[in-house]
């Protein structure tokens, strides 16, 4: 781990080379998990105010869940077909939520301490499974030490210049009267042009991957970061294990982190968007999402849309089985494609059996582990669509073409001409068809079933398939 003093023009010099994704991040199958309601495995260093599991979640109550929670839950996780875990924040906060730390170097007395990270972490590797931990680096809590020396000493402090800050005494009414995260008063921004605060955040990156084994990090709020400074984090990462996966909260499209060599994927909100418009709001048609994702994979590196974080839901999300109307072909249909699409898939805790949940803190609900609330015909789907992405060779690294769509169906090829499948999406409640030429197919005039239903008529130039409202289905060609 580099010193306070160090020069950080190593890490831009390291961030410009082998601009790729950790090759593990193509393979991956992520499991997001909000830790407080995820699973209690330890009562015991349960908050004083903690409520009962099922409770209505509120942005100030306290559930119990913690990390030895989610090493309990590994087989779980290792059952579901999970390969990837993602944990939203785990640092020392007086919040549920974790985003405003008040200390880096410290696990939340309420999720445990050091040693049940480092457990977590062995028990997931030891199931060939990789954790990354969320890194907030734009701002702190309050309590931060840092900023509360701020508030005794004023200008006096060693870290008066680590904030922008308009003047002192610091004040909060009627607004702060320094720079925060949104005009949040307890979430204090730093002054990342500071390279002492610069050095403080990546020596933080650094120390978690050498002290516990983690794999990368998720950096909160990238939108509101440096490209510089994102560059060097990434790097500072990847000085200390090579095959660390650094990516971004991006809002929008994502371009620009990578073509200024910042990150190895990003949460990709784009295509969760056009998602949410095509098969949730039904705001247009099959056509027009082509478009969409073309234009799409089109705007980055072509290795870039194989390390990007595809999301379907999140902690910041209302579910998106919500967002359907509650309605489980619409909810599926939008993960099969999720699935089937460039990219390492990610289910948000609860969605494989049919969790709801509205704005946040709605989508924050606690995990209710008792079979009878299960969706159970969507935990085997998920189950089958996890072990199809792991079998499928094609859908981990295979090309991704669009080859036809109509109002309502949309047929997409991945792989080569010598590994080749063919996914179809039907949009519409009533059956659909398309046809699809074999010139478009490399020449393939004929298909198997492999995943879904479909009617298939295997004709002289090509394919026609008749597929059921809200349908879909994978062929090997």
């Not at 007086?94 to 028990?123: C, Q, R, W």
């Not at 309050?142 to 004040?171: C, T």
């Not at 990342?192 to 794999?215: F, G």
């Not at 968007?273 to 799409?296: H, M, P, S, W």
Request: hydrophobic content about 30%; some cysteine.
């Amino acid at each position: 781990m580099s010193d306070e003093s160090s020069d950080l023009s190593h890490f831009d010099e390291f961030s410009a080379q082998n601009m790729r994704p950790p090759e593990w991040v193509s393979d991956a199958i992520f499991y997001q998990i909000f830790p407080e309601r995820f699973y209690n495995g330890n009562p015991e260093n349960d908050p004083e105010d903690t409520v009962e599991w099922d409770t209505k979640p509120t942005r100030e109550n306290f559930f119990g869940g913690d990390l030895e929670g989610v090493n309990r839950k590994l087989d779980y996780l290792e059952e579901l077909g999970i390969n990837a875990i993602y944990l939203n924040p785990i640092f020392r906060s007086p919040t549920n939520h974790k985003y405003d730390t008040t200390d880096y170097y410290e696990i939340d007395p309420a999720f445990g301490d050091k040693s049940d990270l480092k457990s977590l972490v062995n028990s997931a590797h030891d199931k060939n499974m990789k954790v990354i931990l969320d890194g907030v680096f734009n701002h702190c809590g309050e309590q931060l030490s840092h900023f509360e020396d701020v508030k005794k000493k004023g200008s006096d402090s060693n870290y008066w210049d680590w904030y922008e800050i308009d003047d002192f005494p610091i004040e909060t009414e009627p607004e702060p009267n320094y720079r925060c995260w949104a005009g949040v008063p307890y979430m204090p921004e730093f002054d990342r042009t500071n390279p002492e605060v610069r050095q403080y955040l990546l020596n933080i990156v650094q120390y978690w991957i050498q002290e516990a084994d983690i794999d990368g990090w998720r950096l909160d709020t990238t939108n509101y970061l440096e490209p510089g400074f994102v560059r060097q984090l990434r790097a500072a990462a990847k000085e200390i294990k090579p095959e660390a996966y650094v990516m971004g909260e991006v809002i929008g499209p994502a371009s620009s982190w990578f073509k200024s060599g910042s990150l190895d994927g990003v949460m990709n909100y784009e295509l969760y968007k056009y998602l949410v418009d095509f098969l949730a709001n039904e705001d247009y048609g099959a056509r027009e999402f082509r478009q969409r994702i073309y234009f799409l994979r089109r705007s980055y590196p072509e290795w870039a849309n194989f390390g990007n974080y595809n999301l379907l839901g999140s902690h910041d999300r209302p579910r998106f089985m919500n967002l359907c109307e509650k309605d489980p072909t619409r909810f599926k249909l939008a993960y099969f494609f999720l699935f089937t699409f460039p990219g390492a898939p990610t289910i948000y805790y609860g969605d494989e059996i049919g969790m709801e949940g509205g704005d946040d803190p709605d989508c924050r609900r606690t995990y209710p582990w008792d079979e009878d609330r299960y969706h159970g015909e969507l935990l085997d789907y998920f189950k089958k669509l996890v072990k199809l992405r792991k079998e499928m060779r094609s859908l981990r690294e295979g090309g991704f073409r669009e080859i036809a769509a109509n109002e309502e169906v949309f047929a997409y090829a991945r792989g080569n001409t010598k590994d080749q499948v063919l996914g179809v999406i039907n949009s519409g409640s009533g059956q659909n068809q398309i046809e699809v030429s074999s010139k478009d197919l490399s020449g393939a005039s004929s298909g198997e079933v492999l995943f879904g239903d479909a009617s298939l008529n295997n004709k002289k130039n090509g394919l026609q398939l008749k597929i059921p409202g809200y349908g879909y289905c994978l062929l090997k060609l």
